[in-house]
């Protein structure tokens, strides 16, 4: 039984998400994924930056056997096994491996409960070097708006699956990674009514 699993979405933004990537992380870097998912990302992007080392991760045991069988079938010798991650706890059992030069994580802010994007934070300010990055992708309102009809839509439906769900605002992410020592670097304009958030990691004082 073929355990991978596929989204359509990943193959139309995967191309603007690398574009991205390719500039905002060193050629080395070493990667924490939160939230993969089915994987498909993860194999993409290793394959395409090979001297990134990709660690992926995600609460859900069904997504954990889709990355773990997207990298067998990928043969990806430079992303590590998948891990068991709630960002909303406090240990997320890779303080090991830490410092990490980046976190990236997509479509996980919106699909999922605001405590988890203060785990986030917190995690990246836990964990990331001093000038690490954490890119993030989806959608996002702005000044309290949504930046398009369809992206009200899409929040509309996500609270109606899950109340705790929501398309967040800039100014609230911004503002949660602030407090955990993260400053903004920059919002890029994405297809589909998306943005990638770029924050670094602030040198200590």
Do not use: C, Q
């Amino acid at each position: 039984m073929n355990a991978r699993l596929s989204s359509p979405a990943t193959a139309r933004n995967r191309e603007p998400i690398l574009e991205v990537l390719r500039r905002v992380l060193p050629a080395d870097a070493r990667v924490l994924e939160l939230a993969s998912g089915a994987g498909e990302h993860a194999v993409y992007f290793a394959a395409a930056l090979p001297g990134v080392r990709w660690r992926p991760s995600d609460p859900d045991a069904a997504a954990r056997a889709s990355i773990a069988a997207w990298i067998d079938a990928e043969g990806a010798g430079n992303i590590a096994p998948p891990l068991a991650i709630d960002v909303s706890a406090d240990d997320w059992g890779v303080t090991d491996e830490a410092p990490f030069d980046a976190f990236v994580a997509i479509n996980m802010i919106h699909i999922s409960p605001w405590e988890a994007t203060l785990g986030l934070m917190a995690g990246a300010g836990r964990l990331l070097r001093a000038g690490g990055v954490l890119f993030t992708y989806g959608p996002y309102m702005r000044d309290g708006r949504h930046t398009a009809p369809s992206n009200a839509g899409f929040d509309a439906s996500l609270k109606a699956r899950d109340s705790r769900w929501g398309v967040r605002d800039v100014a609230d992410v911004v503002r949660a990674a602030g407090d955990n020592g993260l400053a903004l670097d920059e919002i890029v304009e994405m297809p589909a009514n998306n943005l990638s958030l770029v924050f670094t990691k602030r040198a200590e004082r």
